[in-house]
């Protein structure tokens, strides 16, 4: 058994799907000119009042309820004050000692089975802005359209051990935010950002050492590696003797290294009081009850209905509730085609691969379920085989014409004629005398050439069912 234990924390900051500012109208667009979605308030200009956006509240509300924390009905706001180039103000507004939501709890599958983390807190506060590095030759420009971007930062107890779990958490906190509709966690746009803070103690021992701060990590993958390397690292410092020192570090993606950045800040560095500018956040009941009537159902609980009670395997339901419209695709095939098994072998697998080469989501692909039905249901009366059903599907997606039309065009029906099968099969077994004597001497495995020259021969249109039983009350004669 390991000597050492290491504990992670996280810390996610979530950007709230508002499209504008926590504190003025200003868009939170991606991509935008630097420095085009700015104005007195977010610049922290003399004179400009903040005033509070109700819809990210509500997105927060939602948030803590889809966690099962504990909704406050009063929270307070609070001046961060530290100074960096990007924060134009010299502190950011965030909620510190009565947040908005405390308490809660995410269940994940972990790399031992069923495992969950502890929520701290969910607080709402403002991004700040964004120091750029790579535009300017030897120097660093800001661009401010960050900042003011609503966020909510969810904080976890540090009840995960293992970078994989962290991984594996990561993973369900992001589906879970993205079926309540709160983000759209892109984390190549910077509305999923993670930090992690490692410590290590001794098995069994309820000190631990010095924590370290893990920043800058664009990808879960990532936060895996970084932080395999630091629990390693400090378990190497501390067997040899040495002493951890609170940091925070900073992750190159491109080199897998962790460097120092600065010493780890406490809380007091901060000087937190409350902010004049803005009253206590006071919510109502009827608030708390129209947002959790807004919850959908959550991914691992219609993963489970989905086991239960249409009886797919848990990996066919776990990968068909990765995305919300991804589940809802499938489900609207299975209600349809009437046959869930096949609904999840075609949707993960010729309508997926579609999907991924198009480079289109399940919500704005072509092809819509109702379309997959009519499909199924002429596989399902034998009107086509399953090698041509493939072949209309693709046809779908690039006539944009219904499947009954494209098989009716294309000459796809299913040929069931049994005399004209019987003919394509005496046919094969005649040109092929040497292959009949070793299927006749044990060699059965050869029953696949055989249909393969009769479908060859039928230009794929022949049923292989049929086909299979022709071919062996032949070959047995």
């Known amino acids: 058994m390991t000597r050492w234990q290491p504990l992670v924390g996280i810390e996610v900051h979530v950007q709230l799907r508002t499209g504008r500012k926590l504190f003025c109208a200003d868009r939170a667009a991606f991509g935008a ?69 405390t308490s809660g709890s995410v269940e994940f599958d972990g790399v031992d089975g069923p495992a969950t983390v502890r929520i701290r807190r969910v607080h709402m506060e403002e991004d700040a802005g964004k120091s750029v590095h790579d535009r300017l030759p030897g120097a660093t420009a800001v661009d401010l359209n960050r900042a003011g971007i609503p ?57 631990r050492n010095a924590k370290t701060e893990i920043k800058n990590v664009n990808s879960f993958a990532g936060i895996e590696r970084a932080l395999e390397m630091e629990i390693t690292r400090q378990t190497e410092v501390v067997e040899a003797g040495g002493s951890i020192h609170s940091e925070t570090l900073l992750w190159d993606d491109h080199r897998s290294t962790l460097r120092s950045m600065r010493s780890k800040e406490q809380h007091h560095d901060y000087r937190y009081f409350p902010e004049p500018d803005l009253p206590p956040l006071r919510l109502t009941t009827e608030v708390f009850e129209a947002e959790r009537k807004l919850l959908p159902e959550l991914p691992r609980a219609r993963a489970a209905r989905f086991r239960d009670t249409l009886g797919l395997s848990s990996y066919d ?66 009107a086509i085989s399953d090698s041509a059903a493939k072949k209309v599907l693709r046809w779908m997606l690039q006539e944009s014409r219904p499947a ?4 009716s065009s294309r000459g796809l029906e299913q ?63």
């Open 404 to 407: 009954a039309e494209i098989v």
């Open 151 to 207: 966020l909510v930062e969810i904080v976890t107890e540090p009840d995960l051990h293992d970078p994989a779990n962290v991984r594996l958490f990561l993973q369900s906190l992001k589906r879970v935010l993205e079926y309540t509709g709160v983000s759209d966690c892109s984390m190549e746009e910077g509305s999923l950002r993670v930090d992690a803070n490692v410590s290590i103690r001794r098995a069994g021992d309820p000190i």
């Open 317 to 382: 339901a776990d990968v068909l509730t990765q995305t919300a419209a991804g589940a809802d695709y499938f489900e609207e095939v299975a209600a349809g085609c009437g046959d869930s098994k096949t609904a999840a072998n075609w949707v993960m697998g010729p309508i997926q691969a579609l999907m991924k080469a198009e480079k289109a989501s399940p919500a704005d692909f072509r092809v819509r379920p109702a379309d997959i039905i009519e499909l199924l249901h002429l596989l399902e009366e034998g």
């Open 33 to 101: 000119d630097p420095n085009t979605h700015v104005c007195p308030v977010c610049l922290g200009l003399p004179g400009a009042l903040p005033t509070l956006d109700p819809a990210a509240v509500r997105l927060a509300v939602r948030t803590g309820l889809a966690l099962g924390c504990s909704i406050h009905e009063r929270s307070v706001w609070v001046r961060k004050n530290y100074f960096y180039p990007d924060l134009p103000k010299g502190y950011q507004i965030t909620q510190f000692h009565e947040p908005l939501a």
């Open 415 to 477: 040929i069931r004629d049994n005399d004209q099968l019987t003919a394509w099969v005496e046919e094969v077994v005649r040109e092929h005398r040497d292959e009949v004597e070793r299927y006749r001497a044990g060699e059965t495995r050869l029953l696949g050439f055989f249909v393969g020259r009769v479908m060859r021969r039928s230009g794929g249109t022949a049923d292989p069912r049929q086909v299979n039983d022709l071919l062996r009350r032949s070959l047995s004669a």
